[in-house]
């Protein structure tokens, strides 16, 4: 029996309708009908559209009767229509009065906020026909066939993150994929990253976002929203990143990427950016949340204009009540109808502010996305920091669940391996997993990083002084200039044989303390194998080849690549530079779990700057639940001439062996030289060298 056997019902140009279900909030498929839940609380009147594919106009409207309206929430269940060829928007009436905040517009067709599906962007930069152009809803159906996955669960501290951008990843003509710069081809490429080790995948923003937004010819070159940091449907997937999403198929093709990744012992989580919309500023354009209930939704100055601590136009109110319950149910739909694992959160500062744009010592949305039911096992990372000037890295308020990207930890290895003695003693810090910052919590807190999508490559870091952003169309003068970056004598592309040689010694360096280093490592996706962009630090509008991925590059830096897969191994096979706490001292080997030395064992000074030191790790055969006690020494030397070092003495029949040396063409030898704790090893300038002894 249907729902609409059993309750009073209206029709209207062949529809039948009722007063529907107030939960869930958005387009639901249900009892043979579609169920429609939205809420506004200033509103005076809300009218659903029915709209054919693609048509200008609607085949219906149908105003919701007041005894629809529940609360602030208007609700109602419409049969009749074939879901599959019909769209849907809403008009909202109200006052119209910008000084006061409220922009009540009835002429605007305005998009749901929980459309789990939004039309006209199936296909990528194909140019809506439609200057005007509308976004409107979709309705999905919830019944993709996961047997039996589950988000996976992983032991943070086990993570070995891998940032990437899902067209970037695969859309160069060398990856060799057939769906090139999709869900799927990410599904192509799994293999190479269960070779390469990686167990999580960061996936810039996936939520529909408008890649026209800001366009522009610059020369040859087609400029977009690139990145898609400018939300427009936080509950849809990105329809121009599926293969299939022309015949409505990108929540299903999202799903069987997660499933296939799941498969293979990899997660997935989401950059998500809830600290503004796609709607701008008072200029921007109608999509949704303006027309619906902008003084919610958005921080408003007294005069009703929009706080921009985003940078983008405006900020949403994030410790609304409302937006608040809003970004809970989101994230909370992503975990139970995609099972993603965690989520990253874009300049997630503004999350901790409040109505008037001040920091919050206890911030509401914080604390409850922290003891969420749904998320209480999913991976939460903050960007601690904002444009409003609000940096929050070793402060953010954690709750002991939210770990952080931590900006402090790039700068000082970035600032080091350039030769920066001053940054030694912050360095150690850093390594030790940034007690300083987390010390009252855990290592995992950290997520330690040398680069990420916003910023040079790691090939770019070596490799330019300077940025060049001029195909950005913005005089170079976008981007930052803090880059930390040296280019090794030689700006841009250089065929000097010594040159090569060193910037490839000084990728391998960055990667053996990243990879080495307490707290949870992310990669930014090619760096394995120096994928560059032309010294580009800020490709958020290029949809070319300077940001996708040239694999191409994995032959020709086959060393690298090789050298940071065997790292990756290292790590995994060796829990005490995994471990999920700050226990320093003297652990059963009779060595303290982690110490740093000069060249000369056991007498270095952390507080003085330096450009060589060395750590070592005390594994614990006992603590660590391995075969044996082992000991881990890395050599680092940033200075530019030859450094003698001399070896810890470890317990009695045990020798030193070099494990990795970034020197070295062969990343691990098959007969590694053998060195007494009486030997010493003379390490070149500006290379790094793992022993280990067991």
Known sequence: MRLVDTFPTNKIKGLEYCIGRILPFGATVIDGGVNFSI??????????????????????????????????????????FNIETTEYGYRFDGEYAP????????????????????????????????????????????????AGDKPLELLQQELIIYEMHVRSFTKHSSSGVKYKGTYTGIIEKIPYLKELGINCIELMPIFEFDEFENSRQFGDKKLMNYWGYSTVAFFAPKAGYAAS????????????????????????????????????????????????????????TPDGFYYNFSGCGNTMNCNNPVVRNFILDCLRYWVSAYHVDGFRFDL??????????????????????????????SVLIAEAWDAGGLYQVGSFPSYNRWAEWNGKYRDAVRRFVKGDADAAPELYRRIKGSDDLYGKESPVLSVNFITCHDGFTLNDLVSYNEKHNLDNGENNMDGSNDNYSWNCGVEGESDDPAVKELRLRQMKNFMTILLTSRGVPMLLSGDEFANSQKGNNNAYCQDNDISYLSWNDLE????????????????????????????????????????????TPWTLDESAPNLTFAYLYAEDHKKFNTKKDTFIYILVNSYWKNVNFSLPIIPEKMNWYIKFDSNSLKN????????????????????????IAC
Not at 100 to 128: E, F, H, I, M, N
Not at 130 to 140: A, E, K, P
Not at 247 to 268: P, S
Not at 351 to 370: I, K, Q, T, V
Request: aromatic share 12%; with cysteine.
């Open 245 to 300: 999403a022309p015949f409505g198929m990108e929540a299903d093709e999202l799903k069987n990427m997660i499933k296939h990744l799941h498969k293979n012992g990899i997660e997935v989580i989401l950059d998500v950016v809830f600290n503004h919309t796609a709607e701008g500023n008072e200029n921007g354009p109608y999509i949704s949340f303006r027309g619906i209930d902008n003084r919610n939704y958005y921080l408003l």
């Open 348 to 377: 997630a500062s503004i999350l901790s502010r409040d109505e008037n744009g001040n920091p919050m010592m206890n911030p509401p949305l914080l604390e409850s996305l922290a003891y969420d039911a749904v998320l209480g096992k």
């Open 39 to 80: 809420y506004s609380t200033e509103a005076k009147s809300c009218t659903l559209l029915l709209f054919h594919h693609g048509a200008k106009k609607p085949f219906v409207e149908i105003p919701f009767p007041e005894e629809f309206r529940i609360g602030d929430v208007y609700t109602m269940m419409v049969f009749g």
């Open 668 to 691: 691990t030898s098959k007969k590694p030289q053998k060195y007494s704790s009486k030997e010493s090893i003379i390490l070149p300038p500006r290379s790094t060298i793992i022993l």
């Open 556 to 599: 020709t830096s086959d060393d690298l690549h090789q050298y940071v897969t065997a790292l990756i191994a290292f790590r995994k096979e060796h829990p005490v530079l995994m471990s999920p706490d700050y226990d320093f001292g003297p652990n059963g080997t009779g060595y303290p779990e982690l110490s740093f030395h000069s060249p």
């Open 99 to 146: 000084e006061k905040g409220l922009r009540y517009d009835k002429t605007k067709v305005l998009l749901d906020p929980y459309a789990k599906s939004v039309s006209g962007r199936s296909v990528w930069g194909k140019t809506p026909k439609d200057d005007d152009f509308q976004h409107r809803g979709q309705f999905v159906r919830e019944d993709f066939d996961w």
